[in-house]
């Protein structure tokens, strides 16, 4: 994406042309910008052509009728510029918008590229500790061998002394034997004497009593020389040495393997904000490209317009007036300090009031194939038929819809008549006048289902934030103390986020917190109410909204119409309404459905800064305007 473009297509200097196209409402139209553009050709060629006109002169009637031309031409030219001037605001809001996106992107991208930084680390330092642990190990268990050996070759020693021990007692009770053997004999021999010689046997009988003497001391010998009971500890101590080594080994080892494990987590962790990095990072991309294309658009749309309202006044005079006023009309430009944008409505029949066809709870459709339904859509039709006309919803963005007040959807399309649309009244709406607030409510947090973790905008430190792109919400933002990478010097900071991401796209507003986009979206009730608590809503037990709300504040809705004379009648109907319908019961049953219940408060547009217009001040520019143009007020209505 490059921010850029729009400036390259127009190759000029937009403060310059506004510059410009302000001054030549005021009758100079001198020096128009420079440039080879055709945005800057019109303006130099229509330049031209005023300066031509103003300058020339011509004796008698003939002059009268060139100064009438000459106002009339000033007049429409003071219509045309303010068109195009309309045109490259939003051009420059537009762009705007595309230098937040950037600068988030930018902030996403130091994060992934920090978040790099650190798995790398991360993963040289576990394969630092892998390889160590790995060395220890072989150390270990190397050593744990070469003990066991040792012990092991004592052992065996040991058991061979106890061998060699055992054959000499072996040896020595096979003597015996022999030695028994032999008595046995000679007892046989003096047994077949025994009648004669007696007492031979008594010989006999002491050899044998001595024989069995050494026979018990022998035996009493090979019971000491066989126990292997000493044989048997060394065996025990071998096997407790080994345990306690190998004991040591697992813990070492488990040791290592845990920090291996805290390391591969962390890198968990990593990939995973590097994930929602990306996530992030497209998103913008995404608005960031729909901004580019709207300020594109707008810029080759008023240099479209510029340049043909210059070749028309470059015709004859009697041939530009009518031209000229035929391209205003297709243009809804307002050049008549008499007309009256009431009048034409009722004599019509219809009005235009423009919406964001997505805003669930507001004006969306529940099925494609169904109309729009929703709080504003409710209160746009009461005013319908109050008004006894019929309602055309001109459906577009929300974040772009006063534009409509202007300059319709596209070229050749007329502009909405009034923006009835979660409209908070702020300042940078430029050119707009607002009504008496139609209805209050809560600015509220809400969380993905169950999701513990948020609780507060204190729990919001670190995190993703989603918004609607509302100049008033970032304001309720600023003031709780939260603050993101284009307010992060503000004072009085208490949260500071990873990011804020501003959501053009009303479509979007829900899924992106319920898939994990963002962990936490701000948002006005009514946006979120059905779509958490109606079992209809695609989103039900998927987000909720938290209880609390954090504004000390309510937050609230006003109708919007353009600032210029002819509006005055109809925004001033419009507070004739609101008036009218606060205390009815259809008002309550809309709020009670939409937002759960009816919320009282007392702020206006009054209370802003800025000083901004509403019903009365556009009386005052109208009756101006008139008197300018030698026009009797009440006789342009009548």
């Not at 034997?177 to 004999?185: P, Q, T, V």
């Not at 294309?293 to 317009?305: N, S, Y």
Request: glycine share 8%.
């Amino acid at each position: 994406m490059n921010a850029n473009a729009p400036q390259q297509d127009i190759d000029c200097d937009l403060d310059d042309l506004c510059g410009f196209l302000q001054r030549a409402a005021q009758g100079d139209a001198s020096n128009p910008p420079a440039g080879a553009s055709p945005l800057a050709r019109a303006a130099q060629a229509l330049s031209a052509r005023l300066t031509e006109n103003q300058t020339g002169t011509v004796p008698g009637p003939a002059q009268d009728a060139a100064t009438a031309y000459r106002q009339a031409a000033y007049r429409q030219a003071a219509a045309v510029t303010g068109h195009v001037r309309h045109l490259v605001r939003h051009a420059e809001t537009a762009g705007g918008l595309q230098d937040h996106f950037l600068s988030e992107i930018s902030q996403r991208a130091n994060s992934l590229r920090d978040g790099l930084t650190d798995m790398v680390q991360e993963v040289e330092t576990s394969t630092k500790s892998a390889t160590q642990m790995q060395n220890a190990a072989r150390s270990e268990i190397e050593q744990v061998a070469h003990t066991i050996q040792a012990e092991l070759e004592a052992l065996k020693s040991a058991l061979q002394q106890k061998t060699d021990d055992t054959g000499k007692v072996l040896s020595a009770i096979a003597d015996i034997g022999k030695g028994i053997r032999l008595l046995a004999l000679n007892a046989t021999i003096e047994a077949s004497r025994a009648g004669e010689h007696g007492r031979g046997f008594a010989v006999v009988a002491e050899e044998v009593r001595g024989l069995s003497q050494v026979t018990m001391d022998h035996a009493e010998e090979a019971t000491r020389l066989i126990d292997l009971a000493e044989a048997n500890r060394a065996v025990q101590g071998v096997i407790e040495n080994a345990e306690e080594s190998l004991d040591r080994l697992s813990a070492a080892i488990n040791q290592s393997l845990g920090n291996l494990q805290s390391r591969f987590q962390s890198m968990n962790a990593q990939q995973a904000d590097i994930a929602n990095n990306n996530q992030i990072i497209f998103e913008i991309l995404e608005s960031g490209q729909q901004a580019q294309q709207r300020a594109g658009h707008k810029l080759r749309w008023a240099g479209a317009d510029l340049s043909h309202a210059s070749e028309l006044f470059s015709g004859a005079p009697e041939q530009a007036d009518t031209q000229v006023g035929a391209f205003l009309s297709q243009t809804a430009v307002w050049a008549d300090p008499s007309a009256d944008m009431l009048a034409r409505i009722l004599a019509e029949g219809r009005i235009r009031v423009a919406v964001e066809p997505s805003f669930i709870g507001l004006s969306f459709r529940q099925q494609q194939d169904q109309p729009l339904e929703g709080l504003d859509v409710d209160y746009i039709r009461a005013f319908g038929r109050w008004l006894g006309v019929e309602v055309d919803l001109v459906e577009h963005p929300w974040d772009v819809l006063t534009e409509l007040l202007y300059t319709g959807p596209d070229a050749g399309q007329p502009p909405a008549d009034l923006v009835w649309s979660a409209l908070p009244p702020d300042a940078s709406y430029h050119g707009v006048a607002f009504s008496d607030t139609y209805t209050y409510l809560p600015f509220v947090l809400c969380r993905r289902k169950g999701d513990d973790q948020i609780t507060s905008l204190a729990s919001l430190e670190g995190r993703a934030l989603g918004i609607i792109n509302d100049p008033g919400a970032f304001i309720v933002l600023e003031n709780a103390g939260v603050r993101w990478g284009d307010n992060a010097t503000v004072p009085g900071g208490k949260v500071r986020l990873s990011n804020l991401i501003p959501y053009s796209d009303q479509s979007r507003i829900h899924d992106c917190l319920a898939e994990g986009t963002v962990d936490a979206f701000a948002v006005d009730l009514p946006i979120y109410y059905w779509a958490c608590q109606d079992a209809a809503s695609p989103w039900h037990g998927k987000i909720e909204i938290l209880p609390d709300q954090f504004p000390d504040v309510l937050y609230y809705y006003s109708v919007a119409a353009k600032a210029q004379p002819d509006a005055y009648r109809l925004l001033t109907k419009v507070n004739e309404f609101v008036a009218w319908f606060k205390g009815s019961d259809e008002r309550q049953g809309i709020e009670e459905r939409w937002q759960g219940k009816a919320y009282a408060g007392t702020t206006t547009y009054r209370d802003e800064p800025g000083n901004l217009m509403g019903a009365p001040d556009l009386a005052g520019l109208y009756h101006d305007a008139c008197a300018r143009h030698g026009i009797d007020p009440e006789a342009a209505l009548s």
